[in-house]
């Protein structure tokens, strides 16, 4: 199994950056070998998939960040960063890491807040 723990949320005036990063531990081989994600949930709305990379470093971007975030993935130090640019206020949201295929566990996330 592996856990994963989100870190690095906060609140920021539009316009900023932030970088968020997924810590990996236990079963390495499993994070190494699959696609992950950054995912994010706003209030009363449904969990969306934000960015992916995959296993050979491709990556995915969904429509309203490409430009704004790039996602990285470092398989010595087992994390998943995200650097998120030129923040907007509908970019506040609760963030949170996972396989592409949602197969671990959820985290407790971590609270991206961008102020107008």
């Known amino acids: 199994q592996v856990q994963l723990v989100e870190s690095g949320g906060g609140l920021v005036q539009a316009g900023e950056s932030l970088r968020i990063s997924c810590a990996a531990s236990?079963?390495?081989?499993?994070?190494?070998?699959?696609?992950m994600g950054w995912y994010r949930q706003a209030p009363g709305k449904p969990r969306e998939l934000v960015a992916a990379?995959?296993?050979?470093?491709?990556?995915y971007y969904t429509d309203s960040v490409k430009g704004r975030f790039i996602i990285s993935r470092d398989n010595v130090k087992n994390t998943v960063d995200l650097q998120m640019d030129s923040l907007k206020p509908e970019d506040t949201a609760v963030y949170y890491c996972?396989?592409?295929?949602?197969?671990?566990?959820w985290g407790q996330g971590t609270q991206v807040t961008v102020s107008s």
């Open positions: 996972n396989t592409e295929t949602r197969a671990v566990s």
């Open positions: 236990g079963n390495i081989f499993f994070f190494r070998s699959n696609a």
């Open positions: 990379i995959g296993s050979s470093f491709s990556t």
